[in-house]
């Protein structure tokens, strides 16, 4: 047999050898252009550790359920419901912890159980709601934009009934942990995670290359795969070192040496360091791109999305397939819903109001393929970072409310057509 080089299977020299994807960095270059502008016109407020500190936290509730749009998107379908479904596990789990846990079982607030009941009510609460959607959507063949249409009047009125119209709150301070700044990991816990993020990233890349040798795949040069290494290894270190440069008020630490009958020592500081609502988003952006990448689950969802005929013809259940993602989309909404509530000490009833619009433009910005098949969990991450940018920036800068969302709407409009334009051009290529 003989050994025929193709021209795909070369490899990449100078520049183009680091393979890195450019939808990626071009998202990447997008926030970067949104900081420094938004940092020239609020006179140096923006690009700063406390700004940033408080985007990322403000980020994590629409990113977690932009991880879970993917897949609906991906199979062709849309879920207009999201920000009703986060309002109803929120109330689902505020009364958990102020009524049903005290009341029923005699367990307040403090309990070491009482928050962790109450996630639990929450999350079942999220993946009923949304098997019962995919049911609709899957089995009776209900469009998901009706059915979901539905779903944004129908859960965001059930919240309300639930809780009277009334604001409940304070919620339990171990839930609390969840929101942000009431939970964060120190300066010493944070570098410890951004080591330990390092050394994951590290072995994922020698791990891949590996891979890529023992099936005589073409690998990137050394010098290559050292710059990817370094410049993802630079960017997580100095994302932790961003954060822990954002000090703890010297108020607030006087007051917690006082509760401990101590005296703060003169001159002394702390950095916030990494919250843990960021914490949990790396872990469900973890978990998503597992399955997106390495179950028959994930596999199904995109070969569905790609072709739901030829999916259907293959044996893949696409009906209960349907249910399960539904079902998921669901459960990140009540881990949403732990975020933001937990964010705010309380749950309100405009919690989660236009969420719907954030999430979808979180995914669309982030790269998913509203005719389907296409989508990265990374990229909806991204894309919920730079619409949260956007609405920050604007607000920082004195931007009324409704030209935000003339913005946000235009900005959404023209992802959309730069992906059909990109789209379009690649494929021109292959």
């Not at 016109?41 to 700004?51: D, M």
């Not at 339990?172 to 080591?195: P, R, Y």
């Not at 932790?240 to 007051?255: F, H």
């Not at 920036?393 to 946000?408: F, H, K, R, S, Y």
Request: proline letters at 3%; aromatic letters at 8%.
């Amino acid at each position: 047999m003989t050994d025929v080089t193709t021209p795909a299977a070369r490899p990449l020299r100078g520049w183009k050898a680091l393979d890195l994807d450019t939808r990626l960095l071009g998202m990447i270059g997008a926030f970067i252009v949104i900081a420094i502008a938004f940092d020239i016109a609020s006179g140096g407020r923006f690009i700063t550790p406390r700004n940033l500190f408080n985007l990322t936290i403000q980020t994590a509730s629409v990113a977690i359920m932009a991880t879970g749009m993917v897949f609906i998107i991906v199979t062709r379908h849309i879920d207009l419901s999201v920000g009703s479904i986060l309002a109803t596990t929120s109330a689902v789990m505020a009364m958990t912890q102020t009524s049903l846990m005290p009341d029923v079982l005699g367990l307040g607030l403090g309990h070491p159980l009482t928050a962790w009941v109450a996630i639990l009510f929450g999350i079942i609460t999220g993946a009923a709601i949304g098997a019962f959607h995919g049911y609709l959507v899957g089995y009776l063949a209900i469009p998901a934009f009706i059915v979901t249409l539905g779903g944004l009047l129908v859960w965001r009125n059930v919240a309300w009934y639930l809780t009277s119209g009334q604001t409940i709150g304070p919620l339990d301070e171990t839930f609390q942990l969840f929101g942000g700044i009431n939970g964060t990991l120190g300066v010493t816990g944070s570098w410890i995670l951004g080591l330990a993020a390092s050394a994951a990233t590290l072995w994922a890349l020698l791990a891949a290359r590996r891979n890529k040798i023992s099936h005589e795949f073409p690998v990137k040069p050394m010098w290559a795969e050292i710059t990817v290494a370094a410049i993802a290894i630079g960017a997580i270190l100095g994302f932790v070192a961003l954060l822990n440069a954002y000090s703890v008020p010297s108020r607030v630490l006087q007051r917690d040496f006082a509760a401990r009958g101590e005296v703060m020592p003169e001159g002394f500081t702390q950095g916030y360091g990494v919250p843990i609502s960021i914490v949990l988003l790396i872990t469900v952006a973890i978990v998503m791109t597992v399955i997106a990448r390495r179950t028959r689950f994930g596999r199904y969802i995109f070969a569905t999305g790609g072709n739901p005929d030829a999916a259907e013809l293959s044996g893949i259940n696409t009906r209960m397939l349907t249910v399960k993602i539904f079902a998921l989309m669901g459960v990140l909404c009540a881990i949403s819903a732990v975020v933001a509530s937990a964010r705010l000490a309380n749950h309100s009833n405009d919690i989660g109001i236009l969420d719907e619009l954030r999430v979808i433009a979180a995914a669309v910005i982030g790269g998913t393929a509203l005719k389907g098949g296409i989508g990265t969990i990374h990229g909806a991450i991204i894309g919920a970072l730079i619409m949260q940018s956007l609405q920050s920036g604007m607000a920082m800068v004195g931007v009324d409310a409704p030209l935000q969302n003339i913005v946000v709407g235009g900005v959404l409009v023209l992802a959309v057509w730069i992906d059909i334009v990109y789209r379009k051009r690649t494929g021109a290529k292959d």
